[in-house]
């Protein structure tokens, strides 16, 4: 059974900039579903379609890597709510100070599903204004 201190020490390898090995603790097969109308919205059915679809795409507009801080975590049985926060610039130099609230589904300590909620004008308004960004439908 997973406890709130071993989600804590996963979430944190998002903050020092360990992503890939935050991922290792992913579904290869994962169902992550980003909420909202913007370019990274959508129902991903593997760990790589994900991170091609949402990470790869943000980070081509930021001046960093995304880099999430946690704030808080709720546990209930093998379902953890994370909330995250991402405070960044775009590469034109506009704040992204995106927050993140992350509800995960964990299977024998690999997170099997998750739905993500965000700041959906803040990531529609991010595309917009950088002229390299990809879209939706690339």
């Avoid at 020490?9 to 992503?19: A, I, S, T, W």
Wanted: negative net charge.
């Amino acid at each position: 059974m997973i406890s709130k201190e071993w989600v804590l020490q996963l979430f944190r390898h998002l903050e020092n900039g360990q992503p890939d090995v935050f991922f290792e603790s992913v579904a290869d097969d994962v169902i992550w579903e980003v909420t909202g109308t913007h370019p990274l919205a959508g129902m991903y059915t593997t760990k790589s379609s994900f991170l091609a679809g949402t990470i790869c795409k943000l980070n081509q507009t930021l001046e960093s890597p995304l880099r999430l801080k946690v704030m808080s975590c709720l546990l209930d049985g093998s379902n953890a709510a994370v909330e995250l926060a991402a405070d960044s610039f775009t590469k034109s130099g506009l704040p992204f100070n995106n927050r993140y609230c992350w509800v995960c589904e964990f299977s024998n300590f690999k997170i099997v599903k998750v739905r993500a909620y965000l700041d959906s004008a803040l990531i529609s308004r991010t595309f917009d204004e950088s002229p390299k960004a990809p879209h939706s439908d690339d």
